[in-house]
């Protein structure tokens, strides 16, 4: 079947560099170097023996060091060689073989496959490092699509190939010895680092003995490149990217074959290129994509020659778009150019991009490949799309409680209950329910311990929230944040819809406190409660305190610390004999990205005629950040007996007087005389009384 294909393997090493770059969660990025899976090592040739040709098998592998323990070859049964080389005798068993694998995915071959499988190809090959004739096996836990299709197996030093040659009764020869001593290499592989040993050959001249992997590793590589068996070799397990779909929906791909079969891309002119109108979507039955049914379109003129064309059948997958919206977000009403250079060069690189893990490696890895095609060509002026990715926790459902039952249908605890045992389970609704410790138990039974576990939404489970109910009953803003009160925005967090009950009430406070109580019959007035005065400065000190806290917690994402300083301000707010207008309009400013309808609201109320949205965030002024008071720690004759709370400026004088009105400290003062005081501003007061006089008493 004819592919259109993307090389993104032309990018890999580029994009693995520019992640260091990046800030993104180290998960991501993890997965991301897993999928391009770089590895270094050495591409080498074994000549293959007892046959007319001189056919040589290629082998990659990460551990040149090892090459005097490959006691076999393990060729994919898809490998281009195999049919030349397997034996009269073998010819059926590797056939049969090959069709089996041929029905197995890349996954069920590798991951999944809990036994290792395999045939004797009914060939040898000879091991250039010690001229030994090893067997060639065909084995379908190697891949033809990665590396050569071929492996040298050392047994004694790779899991899997130990576990292979146990079951087939293969040589295993240990090479490589662990710093912490000797291993039984037939009773478990190897699979580290050490010092060389069993590996050296006066028929090779190849000498790696004594030597650290690490050093091995190079000796043997200037071996194979000095006698011809092979190079050093850099691989990834990263594949060019499929980039056809034999299907009506997506882009067409703008090119025509000639009449000769040759591709032209088609002029910018003609561009952009869209689908014609089709009725039937269905298969053509011939193998080619349903766009072949609509010949008006796909018969053309080669623009060249004039002569008759075709247009490509094939469509673009939907990666197509999703990999550069983001750039058309900057410019979307550009009809002469993908974006204007100005405007993404204000805009780039996207500075937060937010979704799920689960775009790690196609939509992100895709979209980094693609702006750097686009940074090559001078389309873009950034060398990555996202410099800061967010993986969002997901939201479970509510707590299910559940308790076991016996036999005979008695309740039994969590904590006793085995699999050997008869028992069923039943759901227990919460108002049943009571925590204890770090447990869940009846509430008319605490003996019994509980199961309390939360899933992730889905219908199956009958768990799914309806957002609409949520709204029609709290409203959208409680809705909204709610969700973001519910924990960090990274983590996952489970549902609970009595939990909004708090956020709606804080809510209904901050809109009593600008609005005023409603009225007998349940409605609010039209304004706002009477405003008085100018702040004061404890009031700027706790707007700003507040503004600063959120301010730092939407930058961090952590909204659900910002909503908490919300509430403490409104808290206080409601203690305030007077309510400035100038304090009020800020804190609604501050509480629009989070309760945006309300937040409007209240804000036309204020007598504002334009949207908020346009009003800028507030900023704080670390001038009212600092505190003027301080705790005075207060001292009679050296000992601590008590504190008081003074401005920073206070002198001597008033700290002496606020430590005499003070309940637990002027006992100590009460009648005595001061014979000195020791100030020292802002640190401490400590104040000498004279004692009276101890009078002695004695007896007749």
């Not at 293959?48 to 070859?73: M, N, Q």
């Not at 050296?200 to 000498?207: E, K, M, N, Q």
């Not at 919206?325 to 979307?332: E, G, H, I, K, T």
């Not at 019959?521 to 400065?537: A, L, N, Q, Y």
Request: aromatic share 10%; with cysteine.
């Amino acid at each position: 079947m004819r592919q259109w294909m993307l090389k993104i393997t032309a990018y890999a090493d580029r994009l693995l560099e520019d992640l260091n770059d990046l800030d993104w969660p180290e998960s991501v990025k993890e997965m991301q170097r897993n999928w391009i899976g770089r590895s270094e090592g050495a591409e080498m040739q074994f000549n293959v023996v007892d046959i007319e040709s001189d056919l040589k098998i290629t082998v990659y592998t990460t551990r040149p060091d090892t090459i005097f323990g490959a006691t076999y070859l393990v060729l994919a049964p898809e490998h281009v060689l195999l049919s030349a080389i397997v034996s009269d005798a073998q010819r059926k068993d590797v056939e049969e073989y090959r069709e089996v694998a041929s029905r197995k995915s890349d996954l069920e071959r590798t991951e999944l496959q809990k036994e290792k499988t395999g045939v004797f190809s009914g060939c040898y090959a000879t091991n250039p490092a010690n001229g030994v004739s090893i067997p060639i096996w065909v084995a379908d836990y190697v891949l033809g699509s990665y590396g050569t299709g071929a492996i040298m197996a050392v047994p004694a030093h790779d899991t899997r190939d130990h576990e292979f040659a146990l079951k087939y009764n293969l040589p295993i020869c240990g090479v490589v010895n662990p710093e912490n001593g000797s291993l039984d290499y037939f009773e478990k592989a190897f699979s580290g680092e050490g010092t060389m040993i069993n590996s050296s050959s006066t028929t090779s001249g190849l000498d790696i003995n004594g030597l650290t992997s690490k050093d091995a590793a190079y000796r043997v590589i200037e071996w194979l490149e000095k006698t011809g068996n092979g190079m050093k070799k850099v691989n990834y397990k990263l594949r060019d990217w499929l980039f056809a779909r034999q299907r009506y929906w997506g882009e067409p791909i703008p090119v025509i074959f000639n009449d000769r079969g040759e591709c032209e891309p088609i002029s910018e002119a003609e561009l952009p290129l869209t689908l014609p109108e089709l009725d039937d979507f269905t298969p053509t039955g011939t193998g080619e994509p349903p766009l072949a049914k609509a010949l008006s379109w796909v018969e053309t003129i080669d623009p060249t020659t004039g002569g008759s064309a075709r247009r490509e059948t094939n469509t673009m997958p939907q990666w197509a778009g999703s990999c550069w919206y983001y750039l058309r977000f900057m410019d979307p009403k550009n009809t002469n150019a993908l974006v204007d250079k100005e405007k993404e060069m204000y805009w780039s690189p996207v500075d937060v991009y937010v979704g799920g893990a689960e775009h790690a490696v196609l939509h992100l890895l895709y979209a980094r490949f693609w702006h750097k095609v686009l940074y090559d060509i001078g389309v873009v002026s950034t060398k990555e799309p996202f410099q800061c990715v967010i993986n969002q926790g997901i939201i479970l459902g509510e707590v299910q409680y559940l308790a076991y039952r016996d036999s005979d249908g008695n309740l039994v605890s969590a904590d006793v209950v085995n699999d050997t045992g008869n028992f069923s389970q039943e759901s227990i609704p919460e108002e049943k329910v009571v925590k204890s410790g770090d447990y869940f138990v009846m509430k008319d039974n605490p003996n019994i311990r509980l199961i309390a576990r939360a899933h992730k939404m889905s219908k199956s489970r009958g768990n799914v929230v309806n957002p609409d109910d949520v709204v029609l009953q709290y409203g959208a803003d409680s809705l909204r944040l709610y969700e973001m009160f519910m924990g960090p925005f990274r983590d996952s967090k489970t549902w609970s819809t009595s939990g909004i009950d708090g956020v709606h009430r804080f809510l209904a406070r901050v809109w009593r406190l600008v609005v005023g109580l409603p009225s007998a019959d349940g409605k609010f007035k039209s304004g706002t409660v009477d405003f008085e005065g100018e702040p004061s400065i404890e009031q700027l000190r706790c707007l700003h305190r507040c503004i600063n806290k959120v301010t730092e917690e939407i930058e961090a994402t952590r909204f659900n610390t910002g909503i908490s300083a919300m509430m403490e301000f409104t808290n206080a707010a409601y203690k305030w004999e007077k309510l400035p207008k100038s304090i009020v309009e800020e804190f609604i400013l501050l509480l629009s990205p989070y309760a945006p309808h309300m937040a409007e609201e209240l804000w036309s109320r204020l007598g504002h005629s334009t949207s908020l949205a346009y009003e800028p965030f507030p900023k704080v002024n670390p001038a009212y950040l600092k505190e003027s008071t301080v705790v005075l720690p207060v001292q009679i004759n050296g000992k601590t007996r008590g504190t008081i709370q003074v401005e920073k400026t206070c002198t001597e004088e008033d700290a002496f007087e606020l430590a005499s009105l003070d309940s637990k400290l002027s006992k100590f003062l009460s009648g005595k005389s001061i014979k000195k005081r020791i100030f020292v501003p802002g640190k401490i007061l400590n104040i000498i009384v004279l004692e009276a006089p101890k009078v002695k008493v004695s007896q007749r």
